[in-house]
C-alpha cells in the first residue's frame, strides 16, 4: 500500500451492523465505501407498523447518505454484489465495477426462509423490506374492501380471514395490529360488513408462542392476543399454501384470502457469493474477534454472523447483537490499522421485548420481568432511542400518541397495486 494512502474499508450492508461500522469509524484514518441494494437504512423492528397502517414508509427509514453526510471519509454505492474475490481483495458490483478494498465487512442481514417451499413466497408475503410491509398493508386493507363487495356470506367469510405463520415477536406483533385495526381503527368505516367480525389465526408450530422469551411472559402474551379475538393455534405444522389458503399436518384446511409468513429467516446468499462456509440458513462462521477464518482482513456481523455466545448457542439475529457486533468490528478494524491486537466480541444483553397491541407488551430486562403498560410505555421508549435521526423520532412518537388517543390508524392507503378485489 502507498504510504499516502489510507486503508479501504468496504462495507456491505447498511443495516445495523453496517452502519455501526461505518459511524464508529468516523475519526479512524480510513476511506469507506457503503454498498447497499437500497438507498436508506430500514429500522426493521418497526416495519410491522408500516404494515399495519400506523407509521409510513418515511417514519423508520433514512437515506443513507443522508446519514453519514457529515463524515468525510465515506462514500456510498447504490449496487448490488454480483461476485467477491477475498484473495485478490475485490468486490465486483451488477454494472461491472469493481471496487478494492483493505478490510472488507459483510452484514447484509437476512431474508425470509420458507423451509425448502420456495413458492409458497407467492402467497404468503413475508415481512423484511418496506416494499414488504407497504405490500402487506395493501393486502390487508383490500381485504376488508373485497369482503364489503362480497356476494355471497361464504365468499365475505374468507375475504375477511387473516392467517400469519409463525409465533415469534413479528407474527405476534401482527396479529395483534391487525386485530386492533379490525376491532377499533376500521369498526365503524363499513356499510355492510362489521370488520369486528375478521376470524385472524396465528399458526405456530412448536408448543407455545415467543420462545425467545420465559414461559410466564409467552403464556400471558398468548391470552392478551386471545382478548384482542386472535386465534392462536399451537402445534400447527402448515404443509401447503396456495392462494386460497393453508392445509395443516393433520390434513385441515383453512380458507383465507390474506396470508403472512412470520416462520423463519435465512441469510443473504453473500457467504455463497464469497465462496465461504456457511451454515444451512446461509449464515457465515466467524472467530471470537468477528473475522472469518482464514481470511484476517475479512469480517462478519449481525444477522450473518455465527457466533456462539457463552452457553453454546448462536447469537440470535436482533438489532442489540447487530449493532454490537458493528462496534465491534470498527474497533478491531482500527485496531488492525493501528498495529494493535484485536479483541473478541462480548455480547451486552439488554432485554427483549415485544408489544402485543394498544397498552400491552411483554419485556425481560435483565432478571426484570414487565408485562401490560409499563413494558408497553418502555418498549415506546427504546424504540424511539433507537431510531435513526431527529425528525423520525418526533413523527414516530406524535403519530403513536395521535393513534393512542383517537384509535385512528393515519396511513391507511392502498398505494400500490395489490390482490385484485373480486
Do not use: C
Not at 383517537?406 to 391507511?412: A, D, G, N, Q
Request: aromatic share 8%; proline share 5%; glycine share 8%.
Amino acid at each position: 500500500m502507498p504510504e499516502n494512502r489510507q486503508p479501504h474499508v468496504v462495507v456491505v450492508g447498511a443495516g445495523f451492523a453496517g452502519l455501526n461500522v461505518v459511524r464508529a469509524l468516523k475519526k479512524a484514518p480510513v476511506s469507506i465505501t457503503v454498498i447497499d441494494r437500497t438507498n436508506h437504512h430500514l429500522f426493521q423492528p418497526l416495519l410491522y407498523q408500516v404494515a399495519t397502517a400506523s407509521l409510513s414508509p418515511a417514519d423508520i427509514a433514512a437515506p443513507i447518505r443522508a446519514v453519514v453526510r457529515r463524515q468525510k471519509n465515506v462514500r456510498v454505492l447504490l449496487a448490488d454484489v454480483v461476485g467477491i474475490e477475498l484473495v485478490a481483495k475485490t468486490v465486483t458490483l451488477d454494472d461491472g465495477e469493481v471496487v478494492g478494498w483493505d478490510y472488507l465487512v459483510l452484514a447484509t442481514g437476512s431474508t425470509h426462509s420458507y423451509f425448502g417451499h420456495p413458492e409458497w413466497e407467492t402467497h404468503a408475503r413475508g415481512l423484511k423490506t418496506l416494499d414488504d410491509a407497504i405490500a402487506i398493508r395493501n393486502e390487508v386493507l383490500l381485504a376488508f374492501e373485497a369482503a364489503e363487495r362480497s356476494r355471497t356470506e361464504e365468499e365475505r367469510a374468507r375475504n375477511l380471514s387473516f392467517v400469519i405463520v409463525g409465533g415469534g415477536p413479528t407474527g405476534v406483533e401482527l396479529a395483534g395490529a391487525i386485530a386492533e385495526i379490525a376491532r377499533y381503527s376500521l369498526a365503524r368505516d363499513f356499510d355492510t360488513i362489521d370488520p369486528t367480525q375478521a376470524s385472524i389465526q396465528l399458526l405456530e408450530g412448536a408448543p407455545r408462542i415467543l420462545l425467545a422469551f420465559p414461559d410466564s411472559l409467552a403464556g400471558k402474551a398468548q391470552r392478551e392476543l386471545e382478548k384482542l379475538g386472535v386465534r392462536v393455534r399451537l402445534g400447527s405444522m402448515v404443509t401447503a399454501i396456495d392462494e386460497h389458503g393453508v392445509t395443516l399436518a393433520d390434513g385441515e384446511r383453512i380458507e383465507a384470502s390474506t396470508l403472512l409468513w412470520a416462520a423463519g429467516v435465512q441469510a443473504s446468499p453473500i457467504g455463497r457469493i464469497a465462496g465461504l462456509e456457511t451454515d444451512r440458513v446461509g449464515r457465515i462462521p466467524v472467530q471470537a474477534d468477528l473475522r472469518v477464518a482464514g481470511y484476517e482482513s475479512v469480517f462478519v456481523a449481525g444477522d450473518l454472523a455465527l457466533l456462539n455466545g457463552p452457553r453454546g448457542k448462536p447469537y440470535p439475529g436482533v438489532a442489540q447483537v447487530a449493532i454490537q457486533q458493528g462496534k465491534k468490528v470498527a474497533a478491531n478494524v482500527s485496531a488492525m490499522v493501528a498495529g494493535e491486537p484485536l479483541t473478541a466480541f462480548r455480547y451486552q444483553d439488554r432485554g427483549n421485548m415485544a408489544t402485543v397491541g394498544r397498552n400491552y407488551a411483554i419485556a425481560e430486562i435483565w432478571k426484570l420481568r414487565l408485562t401490560g403498560f409499563p413494558a408497553w410505555l418502555t418498549w415506546i421508549f427504546v424504540h424511539i432511542a433507537y431510531l435513526i435521526g431527529f425528525r423520525n423520532r418526533v413523527f414516530v412518537l406524535f403519530q403513536w400518541a395521535y393513534g393512542y388517543l383517537t384509535y385512528h390508524r393515519r396511513v391507511r392507503l392502498i398505494t400500490r397495486p395489490g390482490k385484485q378485489i373480486d
